[in-house]
């Protein structure tokens, strides 16, 4: 039994001769863990609503115990958060965003490449040692914390692969090929990314921009969006594959209004990167602006801002720093942009 040690001492911790009230062993904040996913993935909310409610669930201890605590399918376009959901979940319950088993389903677009998720068959080269993709210690997590595996874009892998997670869905184990071993998924958040129909649904909502079709109502175009999902779902994967996932979230395309939030994100992240340096940047509205409208992109989400950032402001950053080794701690850099649109930038002193 997995974690015994753990059991046994939640058992006498609980014990007595009046019982208590019963406590999750599972050791997150849920509060905390949503407020962490709410404040950086933008636009999704529906998508962390049900996610919110299937970590109550795992929290509570409702779930079938033969089976994964959960298992979610993320779908919608590139950039708009599905992977970084789960990194971040990962980052809010373990405290690394890499703390994960995340299984990169296009190197696994081949038949003959289902054996390395279950390792080689007896009689092949490597098949005593159970070699595998997996990393046992990030599925199983421990008594008071779930692990968390991610299968990435699922659609690009072969139908044997498929199979293979169909039992992990069924019992919640999958028995390696060479007979010696069994992995437990029993305690798992299981996540699978998907862009499957996002491309058509694009082209599809782009001529319901013109002509008469701008004037049909939102909720009618909404419920077609949906169908339209659905339906390429149905077309990519077979129902009893579908038919063992929790739940389906749809993630939709960042909009207008969420620019902002992108560049202000974008920025958090690079200022995160440069508290190794003891430097801080601040960015004046105006490039804020002009970085917004450079790379925000409806079909390329969030990952065209990180490129705006990384083309028009990251390199002079760099070489603000290596200009200044000798720099104080706790400096500040004031981006700003002149009318050419070339980012300046000043550095202050702690003391300025």
């Not at 992977?83 to 890499?98: F, K, M, P, Q, Y």
Request: a positive charge; aromatic letters at 6%; one cysteine or more.
């Amino acid at each position: 039994m997995p974690f015994i040690n753990e059991v046994l001492e939640h058992n006498q911790r609980m014990g007595g001769s009046t019982p208590p009230m019963r406590q999750s062993r599972f050791q997150f904040d849920l509060d905390k863990v949503m407020q962490s996913l709410r404040s950086r993935i933008t636009g999704q909310g529906a998508a962390l609503d049900a996610i919110a409610a299937s970590l109550a669930l795992t929290k509570a201890e409702l779930g079938d115990p033969r089976k994964p605590l959960a298992v979610m399918l993320l779908m919608g376009p590139t950039g708009v958060g599905k992977t970084e959901t789960v990194r971040l979940l990962a980052e809010a319950i373990h405290g690394r965003a890499d703390a994960l088993c995340r299984i990169d389903m296009n190197t696994l677009a081949q038949e003959h490449y289902a054996a390395s998720l279950t390792g080689a068959p007896p009689g092949y080269v490597g098949s005593k040692e159970g070699n595998t993709l997996f990393d046992r210690e990030a599925i199983e997590g421990s008594f008071g914390k779930p692990g968390i595996v991610l299968f990435d874009e699922l659609e690009k892998a072969s139908e044997p692969v498929i199979r293979a997670l169909m039992n992990i869905f069924d019992n919640g184990q999958l028995r390696l090929s060479s007979g010696t071993s069994t992995l437990d998924f029993r305690n798992s958040l299981i996540f699978m990314t998907s862009n499957v129909g996002a491309q058509s649904l694009w082209a599809w909502q782009q001529r319901q921009q013109s002509g008469w079709r701008r004037w049909l109502p939102e909720a009618w175009r909404a419920r077609q969006e949906q169908k339209h999902q659905q339906l390429a779902l149905e077309k990519a994967f077979a129902p009893e594959f579908l038919n063992r996932i929790d739940q389906q979230l749809i993630y939709q395309r960042l909009g207008d209004d969420q620019i902002m939030i992108l560049v202000e994100l974008a920025l958090q992240r690079l200022n995160n990167r440069l508290a190794r340096h003891q430097v801080q940047l601040v960015a004046q509205p105006q490039l804020k602006s002009w970085l917004g409208q450079q790379g925000f992109d409806r079909r390329y989400g969030a990952r065209a801002m990180a490129r705006s950032f990384r083309q028009h402001l990251e390199p002079e950053v760099a070489r603000a720093l290596l200009q200044t080794p000798d720099r104080p701690p706790g400096c500040l850099l004031l981006a700003d942009m002149d009318a050419q649109h070339r980012v300046r930038l000043t550095l202050k002193g702690p003391d300025d």
